[in-house]
């Protein structure tokens, strides 16, 4: 079975800081791209960011580069992602997401993958 597990979510002025966990199952991990994407109302999925878990590459969209930064512990299979300066435009439901790839597809092909979480809320007010 192929599950992963979020938390980390919450609400937070402009300015803060939230850390979003991801844990995966073994079979999981072992598909060595994992990554997150976010989803707002009215709005198309992004991807936010993504990590080779084998190499340890890391891939940011343009709107959270700076701001954000996705790491993996990989005794615990599990991907963090530290969000820092938040901004109101950061609100979604934010997703983790797993699959099988190396270096840059594990964010070129995020929205794609075929393995996802239950999604962790982000609000962010001004």
């Known amino acids: 079975q192929v599950q992963l597990v979020e938390s980390g979510g919450g609400s937070v002025q402009a300015g803060g800081s939230l850390r979003l966990s991801c844990v995966a199952s073994?079979?999981?991990?072992?598909?060595?791209?994992m990554g997150w994407f976010r989803h707002a109302p009215g709005k198309e999925r992004e991807g936010v960011a993504g990590i080779d878990t084998g190499g340890g590459s890391t891939y940011y969209a343009d709107s959270v580069k700076g701001r954000f930064t996705i790491s993996q512990n990989i005794a615990k299979n599990t991907v963090y992602l530290q969000m820092d300066s938040l901004k109101p435009e950061d609100t979604a439901m934010y997703y983790c997401a797993a699959d099988r790839g190396s270096g840059a597809y594990c964010y070129t092909r995020l929205l794609g993958f075929g393995y996802w979480g239950q999604g962790t809320q982000v609000t962010v007010s001004s």
């Open positions: 073994e079979y999981s991990y072992s598909r060595n791209c």
